[in-house]
């Protein structure tokens, strides 16, 4: 479990110094949250 983290901190650390992943990443991250808003508001219509 310990190498488990380890492993995924490193992981994350070299994908920091890549601009790329950084940029799609962040849009991932608001493209989740665009999801979720609109689950939100089918589910008052519906």
């Known amino acids: 479990m310990q190498k488990l ?3 995924k901190s490193l992981y994350i650390s ?3 110094r890549d601009p790329r992943y950084l ?3 962040i849009l991932l ?3 989740n949250q ?3 808003y609109n689950d939100r508001n089918t589910s008052i219509f519906t």
């Open 34 to 36: 665009y999801i979720k």
């Open 23 to 25: 940029t799609w990443r």
């Open 5 to 7: 983290i380890t492993l």
């Open 29 to 31: 991250i608001h493209f």
């Open 14 to 16: 070299y994908y920091d």
